[in-house]
């Protein structure tokens, strides 16, 4: 191992487009489409022989919140395998639920910073259409009683009664929590979402997402499934609240939607780059993890963000570009208050492409999506300096530094 930490590059990053809960993607198995960003990616690095994959790629690190279901638990060696490419590359899957595939970025990192390798394959995948019902094991073989099918698509399962009752909200009652505490208005958060849909429509008609974007075979999903044209904070109003009925503030609307898809990107070091034949296009400069109350998870991003910033040795009066994962509205605009953002730093460089409200939110596949957004923003603006963030269940947040390449 060599004294010397070495840099550690974003070279390239993919998605699918994201589909809604029983949409276009629900047909499609998990492991089928992390297959399919993993071999788009092999297929996009000219120097790679796919063949030859075991002599240049040291790892591949998937997240995903589920494993559960056709994940088949370890969905990272599952994909590569499907994709036809060589068994002797180890892969392991990470479990951060909404940063999991963030946090396999880090995992990534640290081994190329460590020089244990030059090529990291990373990214996420989540279906959750098809996320499993589960049944409790009994302590008898043939149980007298009823027994109640879990839903293992998104919250809290099978809960251990020692676990404080505050702390097991469902997450849209935690948003409301949260968005009392920081007074984040109804208002606010449908103007807020109203922006993320009138932003991803934008960025896509511009093409901003067209070398991002891999298209699912046999689907005919142009776009984002989610987004919806000429939203407005005047059609949000409309909408009904959903986890409280009369002081209630989140709804369908102004929350992102659950979602199917997969995301990958390629990191690694100098060298890596070379043994792939890609440009770098950003260095990730620091990355941070925090954690607070469960019931607060959406505000935890606050100071996984300043120790990213910390350690990256710089502000946010140098940012330039934020991807911030719009979990929810309230829980944005708390981050992003907490932040500064509209006082003291421009909000525009905020998810200027769009974020989850209007794009969606596939668990495992969302921190890919934001890393591999931000990297490209930031040489198409030519910002400098930018910051990939998400809140995570259970009181997490997790972000990430990147300095433009160039």
């Excluded at 208002?187 to 997402?209: I, K, L, M, N, V």
């Excluded at 990958?264 to 792939?276: I, M, N, P, Q």
């Excluded at 910033?309 to 929810?328: Q, S, Y």
């Excluded at 998400?390 to 300095?403: F, H, K, R, S, T």
């Amino acid at each position: 191992m060599e004294d010397v930490m070495k840099d550690v590059f974003v070279y390239d990053g993919v998605r699918t487009p994201f589909g809604k809960v029983g949409g276009a993607l629900a047909g499609q198995r998990p492991d089928d489409l992390a297959q399919l960003v993993i071999s788009a990616l092999v297929g996009r690095a000219p120097k790679l022989d796919p063949a030859a994959a075991g002599d240049v790629v040291g790892e591949v690190i998937l997240g995903n919140a589920n494993g559960a279901g056709e994940e088949n638990r370890n969905v990272a060696r599952m994909a590569w395998l499907l994709a036809g490419l060589p068994v002797e590359v180890p892969a392991s899957t990470v479990n951060r639920l909404c940063g999991s595939s963030l946090d396999a970025a880090i995992s990534g990192a640290r081994q190329i910073a460590l020089g244990e390798t030059d090529v990291v394959l990373t990214g996420g995948v989540e279906s959750m259409s098809r996320a499993p019902w589960v049944l409790p094991k009994t302590d008898r073989p043939f149980p007298l009683k009823n027994l109640e099918a879990v839903n293992t698509t998104l919250g809290w399962r099978l809960v251990n009664d020692r676990m404080p009752a505050e702390w097991t909200v469902s997450l849209g009652e935690a948003t409301e929590q949260l968005r009392e505490r920081h007074g984040i208005s109804r208002e606010r958060q449908d103007a807020f979402a109203a922006e993320s849909h009138a932003r991803a429509g934008q960025a896509w008609s511009e093409g901003r997402y067209a070398e991002m974007v891999v298209e699912v075979p046999g689907v005919g999903l142009p776009r984002d499934e989610t987004i919806r044209d000429g939203v407005t904070p005047e059609s949000l109003a409309g909408l009904k609240t959903v986890f409280r009925r009369d002081d209630g503030t989140v709804t369908a609307g102004n929350a992102s939607p659950m979602s199917d898809g997969a995301s990958a990107a390629w990191l690694g070091s100098a060298r890596g780059g070379e043994l792939l034949g890609l440009a770098p296009q950003a260095r990730m400069a620091g990355w941070g993890t925090a954690a607070n109350e469960p019931q607060f998870f959406g505000y935890a991003p606050v100071e996984a963000a300043g120790r990213a910033l910390a350690r990256a040795g710089i502000g946010w009066a140098d940012v330039g570009a934020v991807e911030l994962n719009e979990a929810f509205a309230a829980q944005s605009l708390a981050c992003l208050d907490a932040w500064g953002f509209g006082t003291e730093h421009d909000p525009a460089i905020v998810n200027a492409w769009g974020g989850a409200i209007s794009i969606g939110h596939p668990l495992g596949a969302s921190g890919t999506r934001v890393l591999a957004t931000l990297a490209r923003r930031m040489q198409a603006e030519g910002v400098r300096w930018g910051v990939a963030a998400l809140c995570i269940g259970v009181g997490q947040g997790i972000a990430v530094v990147l300095e433009r390449a160039d």
